[in-house]
């Protein structure tokens, strides 16, 4: 008999966080909420700890996030007529406002807040750019207002040129504000090298730890 557990324990309660994401999702459509609120409101209410629960999470999100999300966005991306709007003038003017208010409100207001808490200025605007990448949920937020009247088939396609504008500009913002890409590790650790040049000055040879030792393990 093996030691791993076996797979109907698995199966159990991924095919529980499937039915109760789906039942939720379902009663917030019936009552008019997106489906996306009812599926997260059934993940915050599920208790963390158990570690069969993390794992079929994880197998749920990685099923969900490689398999269903790119049709969620597909589906944003078709409802976007984005060759239909006019590049004119006014459409212009609107989008430029728009994008100006969104990025001065996200990356200045956090960023303000953790100047105040003590933060140095360089990672409070850090702060403010990260928060200023918008996704998912701006996402859902023009469904439903779209599906509702509230913002028109024009507004809602400038909103969408704005939230993947913001969310590309985020990485470039941060490399302006001085956030280098890290680069790899090449070679043994700094003490390491140390020790080895300062052996090879005495004519002591070099003794390289093991890699076990290396790693930090006993």
Do not use: W, Y
Not at 18 to 23: D, E, I, K, S, V
């Amino acid at each position: 008999a093996g030691t791993g557990t076996p797979p109907g324990h698995r199966a159990a309660p991924t095919a529980l966080l499937l039915c109760l994401a789906c039942g939720a999702a379902a009663v917030t459509s019936v009552i008019g909420l997106h489906p996306v609120i009812g599926a997260f409101l059934a993940g915050a209410a599920c208790p963390a700890g158990p570690a069969s629960l993390d794992a079929a999470a994880d197998r749920v999100a990685s099923f969900s996030g490689g398999l269903l999300l790119p049709f969620f966005f597909l589906g944003f991306g078709l409802s976007a007529d984005l060759g239909a709007l006019p590049f004119d003038a006014d459409t212009l003017v609107v989008g430029g406002a728009l994008l100006a208010v969104a990025m001065l409100t996200k990356i200045l207001g956090p960023g303000l807040c953790a100047r105040l808490t003590g933060m140095g200025r360089r990672d409070a605007l850090s702060l403010g750019v990260l928060l200023n990448a918008r996704g998912l949920t701006e996402l859902v937020v023009l469904g439903i207002g779209l599906e509702a009247g509230i913002i028109d088939e024009r507004v809602f396609a400038i909103l969408i040129v704005i939230t993947l504008l913001t969310t590309a500009l985020t990485v470039p913002l941060l490399r302006l504000l001085g956030h280098a890409r890290p680069a790899p590790s090449a070679g043994p650790p700094e003490p390491v090298r140390e020790q080895a040049t300062e052996s090879r000055a005495h004519g002591v040879p070099a003794v390289t730890p093991p890699p076990s030792t290396r790693a930090g393990h006993p």
